[in-house]
């Protein structure tokens, strides 16, 4: 069939992915992706050939899905949350287009790391928000820090991916200096770690404290803008959309 899906798997739980997510697993040959995102749908690719891979692979997977896509066969490459957020869609489409193959690649879109998060925590993303990674690997850290200072002044809300890893242990920090040249160091500030699994740990904490907070890759952050509060029993975050009630 000469086809590849690249599938968001959404957040983790089974009860998250979309149908369309699920047909096009179901749709697959081949089922190719990131170790830790194939454990997520175990028990729903049963019979299915399953190629996985580490970290850092994400060229490797691509060849392989246009490789096997070629010999007629229909392929799913996932990724968790929805693909085209940091996921596999870009570099999938980018190397079809670079190599002119003749494959149909279809994009099924997943609940993203930052919609679940804040599903979790209320209502943050409420009004205008942007989404920053403060990974360094493919970006250059100073580019990075320019977009930290924009979205700053801005007063958008700010959900951070990556935000926090062994490799990049003050990169967190150093957003949160820069932020507080625009923001209070009241802004609420959420953290979810492992949002919609069953694992899932959820922080709300200021701006000022929120380094303070356990945080790692596993970790989405979302700070508030200057509108945003927390409800008085602390569990809530909401940045009002301005309805008059």
């Known amino acids: 069939m000469n086809k590849i899906y690249v ?3 959404g957040p983790g739980l089974h009860s998250h992915m979309t149908e369309e997510a699920k047909a096009s697993l179901e749709a697959a040959d081949v089922i190719v992706g990131y170790k830790t995102y194939i454990k997520l749908i175990e028990g729903l690719v049963d019979g299915k050939t399953i190629l996985e891979s580490g970290m850092r692979k994400e060229r490797d997977r691509c060849k392989e899905c246009l490789e096997i896509a070629k010999e007629g066969k229909t392929v799913t490459l996932v990724s968790s949350g929805d693909a085209g957020v940091y996921g596999m869609a870009g570099i999938m489409l980018e190397m079809a287009e670079s190599e002119g193959a003749d494959i149909d690649i279809e994009v099924v879109p997943g609940i993203s790391a930052a919609n679940a998060a804040a599903a979790t925590l209320g209502a943050p993303l409420m009004h205008d928000y942007c989404v920053i990674s ?8 100073d580019v990075i820090k320019k977009r930290i200072r924009c979205a700053g002044e801005g007063d958008f809300v700010i959900a951070l991916y990556n935000p926090k890893s062994k490799g990049r242990p003050t990169n967190i920090n150093t957003c949160q200096e820069i932020l507080l040249k625009y923001k ?20 709300i904490t200021t701006l000022e404290k929120m380094c303070d907070a356990e945080i790692d890759m596993f ?4 700070i508030g803008n200057s509108k945003t509060y927390v409800t008085k029993d ?8 301005g309805y008059q009630l």
């Open 7 to 9: 599938t968001g798997l």
């Open 134 to 141: 403060l990974s360094d690997l493919l970006t250059d850290w």
């Open 184 to 203: 209070s160091k009241d802004t609420p500030v959420g953290i979810v770690r492992n949002a919609k699994r069953e694992d899932e740990k959820m922080i």
């Open 219 to 222: 970790s989405m952050v979302i």
């Open 234 to 241: 602390g569990k809530t975050m909401i940045t009002p959309r």
